[in-house]
């Protein structure tokens, strides 16, 4: 490790660790293991993301004493192992002082808890804002004979926390961040931190989570930022990574980071999948389940949760179950199979029919005289996600959903699937989706545990996407994700839905389906969020009664 009997030099590694919310035995372990590693490669100071011991988000554990009392016992530990003469610790954690809760980066080094700051500007969503309390406005901490100012979470959004600091004798700038995966959302990020620069003249270190956790996806992509602005420094998206950084005092006081390892971020499509098969993984991994069960259907939608599937755990821990009701089309079934075939995964068959015939036959002096029409459709649709929930409780496997955002949006969200346990589509348009199979058809991911090559059939994604039930008069697809977009992703006046080529009475009919199908959408179950605004969390419309006519 560097000698700094000077402190012209520091040696930085940034961790970007994926920590599960609430196991602080296995997140010390994580941190741990970061922290030697970087040792061995002569790191002064190792910063980890926010929330790196409790998890994020730890919700409503942070406002439990017993989960408190753990996470300071935790903190105590790692202090006292950093005695060894070893690097010190930047940590994210909860904390607690004078009875409040804070979003706290905790210095450990030389065994103790050398210095404690607290994020003061409180702009981490409602998860943060209903369970910590704002600080104070920090001064920058001493690390080895350098001023470092730390900004936590929200505290990067604006110029406030960064000029304090800044104004009370910092060198360096260090963030620790817990920032979830969104289009965009790194380019966002590197933008609000070159904001940060200018207006400081000070370099900067941002260390985000990376990893699933509930409903999101965090992203990663750390980095280190010149005086000037200039990208000197940044980990890979969706992996965890330790990153090392080299800095050095010039004779003007300012400081400079040699050479370091810039690994440039993956965009578009491929960053989608990317955060879908990571949200996936670890929410199969996390809760410590054995693999996966994916009712298929023929249709594009299961073909991919298929393949995101096995591109996350690999087909071995993938079960596709082909259960056709008796009205399915057999082309489906068929295709069903060849997506097996090129995913490589196991597959069971399940006979329905006698299943129906019997419950039909159970119901029919209930039906006698009368059609049982959608009543006996949606029947048959539960028996199917009956079946399928057994068989994936027989495994103790996690059962996914196969529909998609458009799905859920205009309450098409079918009945097979309300026992499902994750939804991997749920904040996807049927268009991405497409984009999304087409993507996977011509590219295998880094890190991928699946085949290359193809692996959804030409012939389903001809056919396209199932068609949009359960409400008429819809628009055809492009157009409707186009108006769906508008009213969930932002606030649009109407004249601005219409300049985007929506007639009001097809933006009318189509907000009166999303508004009467709102209880559907609160059922559905959870998902990785990668949408702007996702539906059901971010965009709640009333169930009872509403405004049902825009103009």
Same mark, same amino acid.
């Given at each position: 490790?560097?000698?700094?009997?000077?402190?012209?030099?520091?040696?930085?590694?940034?961790?970007?660790?994926?920590?599960?919310?609430?196991?602080?035995?296995?997140?010390?372990?994580?941190?741990?293991?970061?922290?030697?590693?970087?040792?061995?490669? %002569?790191?002064?100071?190792?910063?980890?993301?926010?929330?790196?011991?409790?998890?994020?988000?730890?919700?409503?554990?942070?406002?439990?004493?017993?989960?408190?009392?753990?996470?300071?016992?935790?903190?105590?530990?790692?202090?006292?192992?950093?005695?060894?003469?070893?690097?010190?610790?930047?940590?994210?954690?909860?904390?607690?002082?004078? /009875?409040?809760?804070?979003?706290?980066?905790?210095?450990?080094?030389? $065994?103790?808890?050398?210095?404690?700051?607290?994020?003061?500007?409180?702009?981490? /969503?409602?998860?943060?804002?209903?369970?910590?309390?704002?600080?104070?406005?920090?001064?920058?901490?001493?690390?080895?004979?350098?001023?470092?100012?730390?900004?936590?979470?929200?505290?990067?959004? *604006? !110029?406030?926390?960064?000029?304090?600091?800044?104004?009370?004798?910092?060198?360096?700038?260090?963030?620790?961040?817990?920032?979830?995966?969104?289009?965009?959302?790194?380019?966002?990020?590197?933008? *609000?931190?070159?904001?940060?620069?200018?207006?400081?003249?000070?370099?900067?270190?941002?260390?985000?989570?990376?990893?699933?956790?509930?409903?999101?996806?965090?992203?990663?992509?750390?980095?280190?930022?010149?005086?000037?602005?200039?990208?000197?420094?940044?980990?890979?998206?969706?992996?965890?990574?330790?990153?090392?950084?080299?800095?050095?005092?010039?004779?003007? &006081?300012?400081?400079?980071?040699?050479?370091? &390892?810039? #690994?440039?971020?993956?965009?578009?499509?491929?960053?989608?999948?990317?955060?879908?098969?990571? /949200?996936?993984?670890?929410?199969? @991994?996390?809760?410590?389940?054995?693999?996966?069960?994916?009712?298929? *259907?023929?249709?594009?939608?299961?073909?991919?949760?298929?393949?995101?599937?096995?591109? !996350?755990?690999?087909?071995? =821990?993938?079960?596709?179950?082909?259960?056709?009701?008796?009205?399915?089309?057999?082309?489906?079934?068929?295709?069903?199979?060849?997506? +097996?075939?090129?995913?490589?995964? =196991?597959?069971?068959?399940?006979?329905?029919?006698?299943?129906?015939?019997?419950?039909?036959?159970?119901? !029919?002096?209930?039906?006698?005289?009368?059609?049982?029409? $959608?009543?006996?459709?949606?029947?048959?649709?539960?028996?199917?996600?009956?079946?399928?929930?057994?068989?994936?409780?027989?495994?103790?496997?996690?059962?996914?959903? *196969?529909?998609?955002? @458009?799905?859920?949006?205009?309450?098409?969200?079918?009945?097979? &699937?309300?026992?499902?346990?994750?939804?991997?589509?749920?904040?996807?348009?049927?268009?991405?989706?497409?984009?999304?199979?087409?993507?996977?058809?011509?590219?295998?991911?880094? /890190?991928?545990?699946?085949?290359? $090559?193809?692996?959804?059939? &030409?012939?389903?994604?001809?056919?396209?996407?199932?068609? +949009?039930? $359960?409400?008429?008069?819809?628009?055809?697809?492009?157009?409707?994700?186009?108006?769906?977009?508008?009213?969930?992703?932002?606030?649009?006046?109407?004249?601005?839905?219409?300049?985007? %080529?929506?007639?009001?009475?097809?933006?009318?009919?189509?907000?009166?389906?999303?508004?009467?199908?709102?209880?559907?959408? =609160?059922?559905?179950?959870?998902?990785?969020?990668?949408?702007?605004?996702?539906?059901?969390?971010?965009?709640?419309?009333?169930?009872? %009664? %509403?405004?049902?006519? #825009?103009?």
């Amino acid at each position: 490790m560097t000698d700094l009997r000077s402190s012209d030099r520091l040696s930085i590694a940034l961790a970007q660790t994926n920590p599960t919310a609430g196991s602080l035995a296995a997140n010390a372990d994580r941190i741990r293991a970061a922290r030697a590693a970087a040792a061995a490669r %002569g790191a002064d100071l190792v910063v980890f993301p926010e929330g790196a011991l409790s998890g994020v988000p730890a919700l409503d554990l942070l406002r439990k004493p017993f989960f408190l009392d753990a996470v300071e016992t935790a903190v105590r530990a790692l202090a006292a192992e950093t005695a060894d003469g070893g690097p010190a610790l930047l940590v994210g954690t909860p904390w607690r002082d004078g /009875g409040k809760r804070h979003n706290a980066a905790l210095l450990l080094d030389k $065994g103790a808890v050398a210095a404690v700051r607290f994020q003061a500007e409180m702009r981490g /969503g409602p998860d943060a804002m209903d369970r910590f309390e704002a600080g104070p406005m920090p001064g920058p901490v001493n690390v080895r004979g350098v001023r470092i100012g730390l900004s936590i979470g929200g505290d990067l959004a *604006t !110029a406030d926390v960064v000029e304090t600091l800044a104004e009370s004798g910092a060198e360096l700038l260090v963030a620790l961040l817990a920032s979830p995966f969104a289009a965009q959302s790194h380019d966002e990020r590197v933008q *609000t931190a070159v904001r940060r620069v200018v207006e400081s003249g000070l370099p900067l270190i941002a260390v985000n989570a990376v990893g699933g956790q509930d409903e999101r996806v965090f992203d990663g992509g750390s980095l280190a930022l010149a005086s000037d602005g200039r990208l000197v420094a940044q980990a890979p998206l969706f992996a965890e990574h330790l990153l090392l950084t080299r800095w050095e005092r010039g004779d003007d &006081e300012s400081w400079t980071c040699s050479a370091a &390892e810039t #690994i440039a971020p993956v965009e578009g499509t491929e960053a989608l999948y990317a955060a879908l098969v990571l /949200g996936l993984h670890d929410a199969v @991994t996390k809760r410590q389940m054995p693999g996966v069960v994916v009712g298929l *259907t023929g249709g594009v939608e299961s073909a991919l949760v298929a393949a995101i599937a096995v591109d !996350a755990l690999g087909p071995e =821990r993938v079960l596709a179950v082909r259960a056709p009701l008796p009205s399915a089309d057999p082309d489906g079934v068929a295709d069903a199979a060849e997506v +097996v075939e090129l995913l490589g995964c =196991r597959l069971d068959n399940v006979a329905l029919a006698p299943v129906v015939k019997a419950v039909d036959s159970l119901l !029919a002096p209930a039906f006698a005289g009368q059609e049982p029409g $959608g009543a006996g459709e949606r029947l048959h649709a539960r028996l199917r996600g009956a079946t399928l929930a057994a068989l994936a409780e027989r495994m103790g496997a996690l059962l996914l959903a *196969t529909s998609d955002r @458009t799905d859920l949006a205009v309450g098409a969200w079918p009945d097979d &699937e309300s026992a499902c346990g994750y939804a991997v589509l749920k904040d996807v348009f049927k268009t991405a989706v497409l984009e999304l199979a087409r993507w996977r058809n011509a590219h295998q991911p880094v /890190g991928s545990r699946g085949p290359a $090559g193809r692996v959804v059939p &030409e012939r389903v994604l001809e056919r396209a996407a199932r068609p +949009v039930g $359960g409400a008429d008069g819809l628009p055809p697809l492009a157009a409707l994700d186009d108006l769906l977009a508008s009213l969930f992703d932002g606030d649009p006046a109407l004249p601005e839905i219409v300049a985007r %080529g929506h007639d009001v009475e097809t933006v009318n009919r189509v907000w009166r389906v999303v508004l009467r199908t709102e209880a559907a959408r =609160r059922q559905a179950p959870p998902g990785p969020r990668v949408a702007r605004r996702s539906l059901g969390r971010d965009q709640r419309l009333p169930i009872d %009664g %509403g405004f049902a006519d #825009i103009v």
